[in-house]
């Protein structure tokens, strides 16, 4: 039989009906009347079950085996044969396997054998390796671990370092902010003032003293008594009323109660006292007769209703 | 084939696979000498041309995804037959080209009225394949042992080694490798209609 190399292309093809009506026709046309070629065919289709069987087929390839290859019953058989050889060899390959199998050596003999090896010069050079590895590996460990702790502390630092400036930051802006409330408000309260006394500013020197209705002033907690410039009120004579307007840096109650207060002794209290609330500013309002008011230091409690916790805000009176 | 007698006049066939085949292409006695008369002056080897054409018929019709190319194989020669009184007077060339024809209608007509029964993987379990492996244990004794190494030695290994493996076998036995391939290709050849035939014996 010779194999004609150039058609076990088209033969694979063939077996698996990937030919057109033409090839298909010239092939059995051959394939009836050309012995080689019939044994081609047969070869071919041997291999292709191998192919089959060591999954190699193209996923195409392999449909079209299994759906048109395979219908035969003649073909199922040769399958069924091929897996029967393939068990059959592997097995007398590992029982011959088995059989020429040496003894198996103890698990130092690779060792021992590594330390005498056939070369001297081997010898030597792998010693000097070993040792470089087992004094310098530790060493290098250490140090290595050494740096590493080092590393982490200074990364532990450098955090705190961040956050403590994170927490300054934010108590700066807050505190800025606060002061800026207050400029803006005594500013509106002196240009009120400005305008008032300009209403009646021909008679300042011994004229008539404008009529004040009512004072307002704005009042912030935990200003100390040393810082009470920002915090004085002057009332002028004819003044009725004080509307003191205490900031609160949160609304966290639905009343409040107010109690006013000079050199410890409660002067007036108010309770019920809602906050309003601006957008920028959340204040109480508390009103005080200016009869009640002599000069003097004077300090305002306010508490959250039912609460016995207070914020503070002091004011200086001058009267005039 | 060689020791075979020839083949035995088919008094009656029947296709239970294919029931559109039509039964009344009844054989005569005379026309089936007639026809191996036509293939081969001598009976014996007429008959060896007749197993050796049903052959080929049934590659074909196994090729085209037959599942019954036997059946279609012989229908094929039976419409052959029964021509023979017009083939013999005017048909010149191999006796063998004629039987592609008839088989490429009889095909279409398969084609026309068949269902095809999907491939389905049988189950594979590993005692159904004892009855194989003791017939292959059986017949393996009965080939040389030079073929029953080359074959084992042929498929041991898995993949890429298998094909080193066969690089190697080559060399060693100083053939090219095609030449190994068609060795192999008979042996195998020979295994398997040994294992089928203990198998059908109920021998495994």
């Known amino acids: 039989m010779k194999l004609d190399a150039g058609s076990e292309t088209l033969i694979r093809r063939y077996l698996l009906a990937a030919v057109t009506e033409d090839e298909r026709e010239q092939i059995e046309t051959r394939l009836m009347v050309d012995d080689d070629f019939f044994q081609q065919i047969n070869l071919v289709e041997d291999e ?8 190699v087929l193209s996923p195409g390839d392999r449909l079209r085996f299994e759906d048109i290859f395979l219908c035969a019953p003649e073909r199922q058989h040769k399958l069924r044969f091929s897996k029967a050889l393939r068990i059959y060899a592997t097995n007398t390959a590992q029982a011959k396997a088995s059989e020429n199998r040496p003894e198996k050596a103890a698990w130092w003999q690779p060792i ?12 030597y050079s792998l010693a000097t390796a070993v040792l470089s590895i087992a004094v310098g590996g530790p060493w290098t460990f250490i140090r290595i671990s050494g740096l590493g702790n080092q ?27 606060k002061t800026d409330r207050i400029a803006a408000q005594l500013r509106k309260e002196k240009e009120r003032w400005s305008a008032l006394q300009a209403t009646g500013g021909g008679r300042l020197t011994g004229a008539r003293i404008p009529m004040v209705d009512t004072l307002s002033m704005l009042l912030s907690s935990g200003v100390t008594r040393d810082a009470q410039a920002s915090q004085r009120l002057e009332i002028p004579k004819g003044a009725t009323l004080v509307a003191l307007k205490l900031d609160l840096p949160e609304n966290r109650f639905k009343t409040y109660k107010a109690v006013l207060l000079s050199e410890g002794q409660e002067i007036l209290s108010r309770s019920g006292l809602k906050a309003s609330d601006s957008g920028s500013q959340i204040l109480i309002r508390l009103e005080v007769p200016a009869s009640d008011l002599r000069s003097g ?24 | 084939m ?3 007698p020839p083949p035995e006049f088919p008094t009656h066939v029947t296709f239970p696979n294919l029931p559109f085949l039509r039964s009344e292409w009844k054989v005569s006695p005379e026309l089936f000498d007639a026809f191996l008369a036509w293939l081969d002056p001598d009976r014996e080897q007429a008959g060896r041309k007749y197993e050796d054409i049903r052959r080929r018929l049934i590659k074909i019709f196994a090729s085209r995804g037959c599942f019954c190319p036997e059946d279609l194989a012989d229908e094929t020669i039976n419409r052959v037959i029964v021509k023979i009184p017009q083939i013999r007077e005017n048909y010149q060339g191999d006796p063998s080209r004629y039987f592609g024809g008839v088989a490429r209608n009889v095909f279409h007509e398969y084609a026309r009225k068949r269902t095809v029964p999907a491939y389905q993987p049988e189950p594979d379990p590993p005692e159904s394949r004892e009855p194989e492996l003791n017939c292959l244990d059986q017949c393996l004794g009965e080939i040389p042992e030079a073929g029953r190494n080359i074959i ?16 190697q076998m080559a060399r060693e036995l100083r053939t090219e490798p095609n030449a190994l391939r068609i060795k192999v290709h008979r042996i195998r050849a020979l295994l398997q209609r040994c294992v089928g035939d203990c198998l059908a014996r109920g021998a495994g």
Not at chain 1, 48 to 55: A, K, M, R, S, T
Not at chain 2, 152 to 165: D, F, H, P, S, T
């Open chain 1, 48 to 55: 292709l079950v191998d192919e089959y069987l060591d999954q």
């Open chain 2, 152 to 167: 084992l030695r042929y498929y041991q290994g898995a993949k890429q080694a298998r094909i080193q493996n066969r690089n």
């Open chain 1, 112 to 123: 021992l054998a590594l330390l005498n090896p056939p070369r001297p010069v081997l010898a």
């Open chain 1, 297 to 320: 230091d004077y300090e305002i409690r306010l508490f959250g209703a039912g609460q016995n916790e207070f914020d503070s805000y002091v004011l200086q009176v001058i009267r005039k």
């Open chain 2, 2 to 4: 060689s020791g075979q």
């Open chain 1, 151 to 177: 590393i982490a502390a200074l990364q532990a630092q450098q955090q705190n370092r961040d956050a403590r400036e994170s927490d300054l930051r934010s108590q700066y802006q807050e505190q800025r902010a």
